[in-house]
C-alpha cells in the first residue's frame, strides 16, 4: 500500500507519532512536510527516520491562521498530491494539515482520507473562547469535505464527540524498552525525585509545575528535574531552587533518568496522546497527571498513579506518596503492565495496518 502522510507541524510528538507509523507498518510511506525552524530543523527530523521514506517539503505550510498564506498553501498542496499517483491512503496529522488536507482532497475528489488530530485545537487552554469556536467552526466544515477522524485518545474521541463529530480511536503508542534489572533503581534513603520531559510550553504549565515544587524547596529529600528545553520566557518561569532543567538530551540519557525517578509528573493544559507519558509508563513509572484530555487516558487512580486538578492536590499527593514507596513501587509494575497490553507499537500499528488496508480495500472496491 502506498501511504502519503501530510503534516504541517513537522517537530515533536507528531513527527515522532508519524515516524513510528512508517517503522512499523509495511506499506511505501511518502511525507509531505512543512518546518517548525525554531523548534527543530525538517533535515534533523528526517534524518530520524527509517531509510525507503520519501519526502516532500510542503513550502508555504505554516502554523498560524492567515487567509493569504494558507490559499498559497492549499493550492501547494493540491498540486503535490494531484501529481502523486495511485495513493492508496492519505493521512493528515494534525488540526492545519488537517483543514488544509481535506479541502485538498475534496478539490480533488479523494475519498481515501484519514485525519488524526494529535491534540485538538480547541481543547487548547492557552486562546479566547472567539477563537476556540472558530477552531471547532473550522472542524466542522472540514468534516463535510472529506476524510474520516481517527483520534489517538478515547478523551480526544470524546472531545469530537461533543461538538458533533463522529471519530473512533487508536492509542497512540511507545516501543517497550527490555529493563534491564542492573540498572539503578530509586533505592531507599535517597531523594524522591520527581521527572518530566517536554518542551517547556504554556501547553506544558511550567508555572504550575513551579508552584507544586516551591512547596518543597526546602525539603533535601525531594528534587524536581524537566527534561526539555523552550523559550527563554517559559523556562523563567521555573525558577524554584529545586528545579533542574537539563536541555535536551539524547534518549539513552533521558531513558536513564526516567528509570530512576520515583514519579513521573505532568502539568499538562490539554494533549493528545503524550508520548513522554507512554514512555514513562512503559519504564514502570508511577504517575500523577493532571486531569486533561490525553493525560486521563494513561493513569487509573490508585493502579498506577493520580489525576490532580489543583496544586494543592498534587502536593497531598507527592506528600503520599513519599510516606507510601512500597505503594509507587506496585503502581510503577501496574504501569509497565499495562504498557504492554494496551500501548506497544507492535499492537498499535497493526491497528493502523488493518485501517490502512481497509480503506484501500474501499478504493479498489
Same mark, same amino acid.
Given at each position: 500500500m502506498?501511504i502519503?502522510h501530510v503534516?504541517?507541524?513537522?517537530a515533536?510528538?507528531?513527527a515522532?507519532?508519524i515516524?513510528?507509523?512508517?517503522?512499523?507498518t509495511?506499506c511505501?510511506h511518502i511525507?509531505?512536510?512543512?518546518?517548525?525552524?525554531?523548534e &527543530? *530543523?525538517a533535515?534533523?527530523?528526517?534524518? %530520524?527516520?527509517?531509510?525507503g521514506?520519501?519526502f516532500i517539503q510542503?513550502?508555504n505550510?505554516?502554523?498560524?491562521i492567515?487567509p493569504?498564506?494558507?490559499?498559497m498553501?492549499l493550492?501547494e498542496?493540491?498540486t503535490?498530491?494531484k501529481n502523486?499517483?495511485?495513493?492508496?491512503v492519505i493521512?493528515?496529522?494534525?488540526s492545519?494539515?488537517?483543514?488544509?488536507?481535506?479541502?485538498?482532497?475534496?478539490?480533488?475528489g479523494?475519498k481515501n482520507?484519514?485525519?488524526t488530530? #494529535?491534540?485538538?485545537?480547541f481543547?487548547?487552554?492557552?486562546v479566547?473562547t472567539k477563537?476556540?469556536?472558530?477552531?471547532i467552526?473550522?472542524?466542522?466544515?472540514?468534516?463535510?469535505?472529506?476524510g474520516?477522524v481517527?483520534?489517538c485518545? +478515547?478523551s480526544?474521541?470524546q472531545?469530537?464527540?461533543?461538538?458533533?463529530i463522529?471519530?473512533?480511536?487508536?492509542?497512540?503508542?511507545t *516501543?517497550?524498552?527490555t !529493563?534491564? +534489572?542492573?540498572t539503578p533503581?530509586?533505592c531507599?534513603g535517597a +531523594?524522591f525525585?520527581i521527572v518530566?520531559?517536554g518542551?517547556?510550553?504554556?501547553q506544558k504549565?511550567p508555572?504550575?509545575?513551579n508552584?507544586i515544587?516551591?512547596f518543597f524547596?526546602?525539603?533535601?529529600?525531594i528534587t524536581?528535574t524537566w527534561?526539555?528545553?523552550?523559550?527563554m520566557?517559559? @523556562?523563567?518561569? !521555573?525558577?524554584?531552587?529545586?528545579i533542574?532543567v537539563?536541555?535536551w538530551? +539524547?534518549?539513552?540519557?533521558?531513558e536513564? &533518568?526516567?528509570t530512576?525517578a520515583?514519579l513521573y509528573?505532568?502539568?499538562? !493544559?490539554?494533549?493528545?496522546?503524550?508520548?513522554?507519558?507512554?514512555?514513562?509508563?512503559? !519504564?514502570?513509572?508511577?504517575l500523577?497527571?493532571?486531569?486533561?484530555?490525553?493525560n486521563?487516558?494513561l493513569?487509573k #487512580?490508585?493502579?498506577n498513579?493520580?489525576?490532580?486538578l489543583?496544586a494543592?492536590e498534587a &502536593?497531598?499527593r507527592?506528600q503520599?506518596?513519599m510516606?507510601n514507596?512500597?505503594?509507587v513501587?506496585q503502581m510503577g @509494575?501496574?504501569?509497565r503492565?499495562?504498557?504492554?497490553?494496551?500501548?506497544?507499537i507492535?499492537l498499535?500499528? %497493526?491497528?493502523?495496518q488493518n485501517l490502512?488496508?481497509s480503506f484501500?480495500?474501499r478504493?479498489?472496491d
Amino acid at each position: 500500500m502506498k501511504i502519503v502522510h501530510v503534516v504541517e507541524c513537522f517537530a515533536a510528538g507528531t513527527a515522532h507519532f508519524i515516524n513510528l507509523l512508517t517503522q512499523y507498518t509495511s506499506c511505501e510511506h511518502i511525507v509531505i512536510h512543512g518546518e517548525r525552524r525554531d523548534e &527543530i *530543523s525538517a533535515e534533523a527530523v528526517k534524518a %530520524k527516520f527509517p531509510q525507503g521514506v520519501t519526502f516532500i517539503q510542503w513550502k508555504n505550510a505554516q502554523r498560524e491562521i492567515r487567509p493569504g498564506k494558507d490559499l498559497m498553501a492549499l493550492r501547494e498542496l493540491t498540486t503535490i498530491l494531484k501529481n502523486l499517483k495511485d495513493i492508496d491512503v492519505i493521512h493528515l496529522h494534525s488540526s492545519k494539515a488537517g483543514f488544509l488536507g481535506r479541502a485538498a482532497c475534496f478539490i480533488l475528489g479523494l475519498k481515501n482520507v484519514i485525519y488524526t488530530p #494529535n491534540g485538538a485545537s480547541f481543547a487548547r487552554a492557552d486562546v479566547s473562547t472567539k477563537n476556540k469556536s472558530l477552531y471547532i467552526l473550522l472542524e466542522k466544515v472540514a468534516d463535510k469535505l472529506a476524510g474520516e477522524v481517527v483520534c489517538c485518545s +478515547p478523551s480526544e474521541a470524546q472531545s469530537y464527540e461533543k461538538i458533533g463529530i463522529n471519530t473512533s480511536f487508536i492509542n497512540n503508542g511507545t *516501543s517497550i524498552p527490555t !529493563l534491564d +534489572p542492573e540498572t539503578p533503581q530509586p533505592c531507599k534513603g535517597a +531523594p524522591f525525585r520527581i521527572v518530566t520531559c517536554g518542551r517547556i510550553t504554556e501547553q506544558k504549565n511550567p508555572k504550575l509545575f513551579n508552584q507544586i515544587a516551591s512547596f518543597f524547596k526546602q525539603q533535601q529529600d525531594i528534587t524536581f528535574t524537566w527534561i526539555g528545553e523552550g523559550a527563554m520566557e517559559q @523556562r523563567a518561569v !521555573l525558577n524554584s531552587g529545586n528545579i533542574k532543567v537539563t536541555g535536551w538530551l +539524547p534518549k539513552r540519557e533521558v531513558e536513564d &533518568i526516567l528509570t530512576r525517578a520515583d514519579l513521573y509528573l505532568s502539568t499538562s !493544559l490539554w494533549e493528545g496522546l503524550p508520548f513522554s507519558v507512554l514512555e514513562a509508563l512503559s !519504564l514502570g513509572k508511577c504517575l500523577l497527571l493532571s486531569d486533561c484530555v490525553g493525560n486521563r487516558d494513561l493513569v487509573k #487512580n490508585g493502579y498506577n498513579g493520580y489525576s490532580f486538578l489543583t496544586a494543592d492536590e498534587a &502536593i497531598s499527593r507527592i506528600q503520599w506518596l513519599m510516606r507510601n514507596q512500597e505503594s509507587v513501587k506496585q503502581m510503577g @509494575r501496574n504501569s509497565r503492565e499495562w504498557s504492554e497490553k494496551e500501548f506497544d507499537i507492535e499492537l498499535v500499528s %497493526k491497528q493502523y495496518q488493518n485501517l490502512y488496508a481497509s480503506f484501500a480495500k474501499r478504493r479498489k472496491d
